[in-house]
């Protein structure tokens, strides 16, 4: 059973900067996207940030600019460096990875903004 173990969450003022990690443990291939999504309290889980194998990455607009995503295809872990931090950045942040019609979550990782 493949397990994707996140770290890196926690409290953060506005304008500060955080940095995601999530390990794929167990697993013997290559996911093809690996990305994050976020849900903050009572709105839906969205997409923040996505990376195929092939390195072509995808943002949500409103992280354009701010936001970053990295992964290590020989680690099969993906990272989200995120700057410029604002309160509504405030959720639960979600490790995603996918293979074939699979898809794995994370247990997710909570990321507070505020002063």
């Known amino acids: 059973q493949v397990q994707l173990v996140e770290s890196g969450g926690g409290l953060v003022q506005p304008g500060g900067s955080l940095r995601l990690s999530c390990a794929a443990s167990r697993s013997f291939f290559r996911f093809d996207d690996m990305g994050w999504y976020r849900q903050a309290p009572g709105n839906q889980r969205e997409l923040v940030a996505a990376?195929?194998?092939?390195?072509?990455?995808t943002y949500a607009d409103f992280v354009k600019g701010r936001f970053t995503i990295s992964r290590d295809n020989a680690e099969n872990t993906v990272y989200l460096q995120m700057n410029s931090l604002k309160p509504e950045d405030t959720a639960v942040y979600y490790c995603?990875?996918?293979?074939?019609?699979?898809?794995?979550w994370g247990q997710g990782t909570q990321v507070t903004v505020s002063s």
């Open positions: 995603n990875a996918e293979w074939g019609s699979s898809a794995y």
């Open positions: 990376c195929n194998s092939g390195g072509r990455k």
